[in-house]
């Protein structure tokens, strides 16, 4: 059973266009939800935690909220550099264990 | 700079052999957890370890072992490699705080089983 699902899978924005990408789960007695950014051949670096609904994270261009149900990655005036596979990630109820999503592909055409 | 590294980066092994990933952390974290990446599935969670002597398995343990010895390194043993673990092979670490969810990520291992 799926716990995490992020859309859409693939996504090309010319720069400047902005637009947000999804991630919505379903683990109960949430403690945390986590955003990370992926480049090609490298391991995933992490971007954000966001533990309560109603929460917002900002770094540069991105901002990342909560709700009950799922997250949204929102990325204004993206640059090419923006352009990587976000990955979205939900920690158990109990433990240190973590589950991720498949991941959006971003790419910003210059 | 403190980090995690993997090695090696690519091997390429036959069908039975054993295999070894080495990981190994200097941010003296408690932690520490062996994903591997496959496409349409995201990182799976293989094994983790939350101290020395601690090993835990994790959704797609089949096949894998770990040990601790210390509290650096996390080497993730294939016993009799499997074309099915053909794979991207990350390993991570984190605080022993456990909401922080901060996991730092090497930069990963391609394998490959013929």
């Known amino acids: 059973e799926d716990q995490v699902t992020q859309s859409p899978e693939a996504l090309r924005l010319q720069e400047g266009e902005s637009s947000s990408l999804n991630c919505s789960y379903t683990?109960?007695?949430?403690?945390?939800l986590f955003w990370y950014r992926q480049d090609p051949g490298k391991g995933p670096e992490f971007l954000f935690t966001?533990?309560?609904a109603g929460e917002e994270k900002e770094k540069e261009r991105l901002k990342a909220t909560l709700t009950k149900k799922e997250s949204f990655l929102h990325i204004t005036a993206p640059k090419p550099e923006d352009s990587a596979t976000y990955l979205c990630?939900?920690?158990?109820?109990?433990?240190?264990?973590?589950?991720f999503g498949t991941g959006t592909s971003l790419t910003v055409i210059p | 700079d403190a980090e995690i590294t993997q090695s090696p980066r690519h091997k390429i092994t036959e069908t039975g052999r054993q295999v070894t990933l080495a990981c190994h952390q200097t941010w003296n974290h408690n932690n520490m957890f062996w994903y591997r990446q496959d496409l349409g599935h995201g990182l799976r969670l293989i094994h983790y370890s939350y101290g020395v002597q601690d090993t835990n398995k994790g959704e797609v343990s089949d096949g894998y072992s770990v040990s601790r010895s210390n509290t650096e390194d996390l080497p993730l043993t294939l016993e009799s490699a499997a074309s099915s673990q053909t794979s991207v092979y990350f390993c991570?670490?984190?605080?022993?705080?456990?909401?922080?969810?901060?996991?730092?990520f090497g930069e990963g291992s391609r394998l490959t089983v013929l």
């Open positions: 991570a670490s984190s605080r022993g705080s456990a909401n922080t969810g901060e996991l730092f």
């Open positions: 966001l533990y309560s």
């Open positions: 683990v109960s007695g949430l403690r945390g």
């Open positions: 990630a939900v920690q158990a109820p109990a433990g240190n264990q973590f589950y």
